[in-house]
């Protein structure tokens, strides 16, 4: 040990090479890696081998990744998707915070923690993870269903809500006995406008000259904007708003520029890095004696997240008027602490509000509720099905939506599910013929345009099985869907049928093998955009060369 703890080179090979066989294993468990990487930092930490407690370098390298985390997170703060899924995202996510907050309180207080850690403990129990749930929901194809779209939208607000808490911890964890209150507040007020007007002016006047220039070299894009992004770290915690804040900030000021994606996209495999070391930092303060004494604590405050989230979101948007179906896929989806609260907490140990043993408590909630989670996801829709008759009761009674959309639109002729490339364009051909067109999505920027071409519009989700009973179906001759996908055509084809719709309906593949299984389904008609493009233009291009511009025929 004492000869590995003099070459730091080998400590982080030795990580490394431990984070790869213990992350091949949560592979394959269905795990994500967090979980795995918790393991290595416990395994290599003072409780098992002792690598970490003597290497320097994997808590800078932990510091690194944190900054690239919140980057990134401000990079991609998207103000368009919290407006594109209405007030249910502000509303949702706010209402989740504060309700999970107060109770995940009152349970830390009853099984006996102080004040303050039970604070730290509360909020940490409030938000969900990011990275969890937006990897989840892409590997299930569901990141652009309404409730995986509601779902990010409340994420970006909790995301939104935990810098600021952060920003308020680190303003006043210096505050001493002596110190004026007023006067800290006032100066830490003053100190956050002036660097907020520095940023603003930066991307007004340098950052759009500065990354227009280097952005013929994607490589040097990236450096440029990683350097902007820690400088402000760097900054933001010389003026005693923590690293973190500052590199937020430097995210949120890329994130109105035209380089964001490329910048992103470069980004994501750094940050996965870093915090492997985050996370094995982490994993190294547990210490087993109190991870064993608090799996009772630990096992209660993670009811109250699996379960509690789950109610909360579902009460909330049922009060909205969603559908109860919507709610529970994204009330579950949202079942888990975040690596936010990880940040959260390990923030308070270094402004001395809390001890390792808050620490280790909110760590072992996170690896119960992050676990859970990863196999309770991908089977929402079962659970759903089972627990249907309980989330009734959940809904906003005396309200028929679906009565009230079939009355308003009730003289439509073809319904148009999805209006994205291929959708747009059938709906601007359908309203050029002058034939009444409802289109339902979940875009409200699909929607806009489907409206601006005079059509009507309903914002909902195609994959939605009782979508069938807001639709106006007395008066339509067709209903079209245009989303290329096998499973949402088989569901809009059976909720149709149990409806008694009389009229054609015609589905998308893009598949040659789901045409078929669609047809089997009942589906009138086979749309597939690219196969007959590839058709007509074949025959177009085996016809011979183009006519010249001069030929009478090419007139």
Do not use: C
């Amino acid at each position: 040990m004492d000869a590995l703890a003099e070459h730091p080179f080998w400590v982080v090979a030795a990580v490394l090479a431990l984070a790869a066989v213990l992350g091949a294993l949560a592979v394959r468990l269905r795990q994500p890696l967090l979980v795995g990487f918790l393991a290595v930092g416990v395994l290599a930490g003072p409780a098992g081998l002792g690598w970490v407690e003597a290497s320097g370098e994997v808590a800078l390298l932990a510091e690194l990744g944190i900054a690239v985390l919140l980057f990134l997170v401000g990079l991609k703060l998207d103000v368009h998707l919290i407006r594109s899924t209405g007030a249910v995202a502000l509303v949702t996510g706010l209402t989740q915070v504060l309700v999970t907050a107060a109770v995940g309180l009152a349970v830390a207080l009853a099984i006996g923690l102080a004040l303050v850690p039970a604070l730290y403990v509360a909020l940490a129990l409030a938000f969900s993870s990011t990275i969890i749930v937006v990897k989840l929901l892409s590997d299930t194809r569901e990141i652009d269903r309404l409730h995986g779209r509601v779902a990010v939208g409340i994420l970006i607000v909790q995301d939104v809500v935990v810098v600021l808490v952060m920003i308020a911890l680190t303003a006043t964890g210096g505050l001493g006995a002596g110190d004026d209150l007023a006067l800290t507040v006032l100066a830490t007020l003053a100190k956050g406008a002036g660097l907020l007007l520095v940023v603003g002016a930066a991307m007004r006047w340098m950052l759009p000259r500065v990354l227009g220039q280097v952005a013929r070299s994607p490589e040097l894009l990236v450096l440029v904007a990683l350097a902007w992004g820690v400088s402000l770290a760097a900054v933001g915690d010389a003026l005693g708003f923590s690293a973190e804040v500052g590199a937020f900030l430097g995210g949120v000021s890329l994130a109105s520029t035209p380089f964001r994606e490329a910048v992103g996209s470069r980004l994501v495999s750094l940050r996965d890095f870093l915090l492997l070391f985050f996370f094995v930092d982490l994993g190294a303060r547990l210490r087993l004696d109190d991870a064993v004494g608090q799996l009772g604590a630990a096992a209660v405050l993670s009811v109250v997240v699996l379960v509690g989230k789950v109610v909360v979101v579902v009460a909330v948007m049922g009060a909205l008027g969603y559908r109860r179906r919507t709610s529970f896929l994204t009330g579950v989806t949202l079942a888990q602490i975040s690596e936010f609260s990880l940040v959260l907490v390990a923030l308070g140990l270094g402004l001395g509000h809390i001890g390792t043993g808050t620490v280790t408590l909110v760590t072992l909630v996170a690896l119960v509720t992050i676990s859970v989670s990863s196999y309770v996801i991908p089977l929402a829709r079962p659970l759903h099905a089972r627990l249907d008759p309980f989330l009734r009761r959940l809904e906003r009674p005396g309200v028929d939506a679906d009565a009230r959309h079939r009355e308003e639109h009730a003289s439509v002729e073809v319904v148009v599910l999805g209006a994205g490339r291929y959708g747009g364009r059938l709906v601007e051909q359908l309203r050029a013929r002058r034939t009444d067109v409802l289109v339902v999505d979940v875009d409200p920027h699909a929607l806009a345009r489907a409206e601006g071409l005079g059509a009507e519009v309903l914002f909902a989700d195609a994959g939605e099985p009782e979508l069938s009973r807001s639709l106006p179906l007395g008066a339509a001759r067709w209903v079209v869907s245009t989303i290329p996908s096998r499973d949402v055509g088989v569901a809009v084809l059976h909720g149709l049928h149990h409806a008694g719709f009389t009229g054609g309906v015609a589905v998308t593949a893009h598949l040659e093998q789901d045409v078929p299984r669609l047809r089997e389904a009942g589906a009138d008609v086979v749309l597939r955009p690219f196969a007959t493009a590839a058709e007509r233009n074949a025959d177009l291009f085996a016809s011979g060369p183009p006519a010249s511009p001069d030929d009478p025929a090419a007139r």
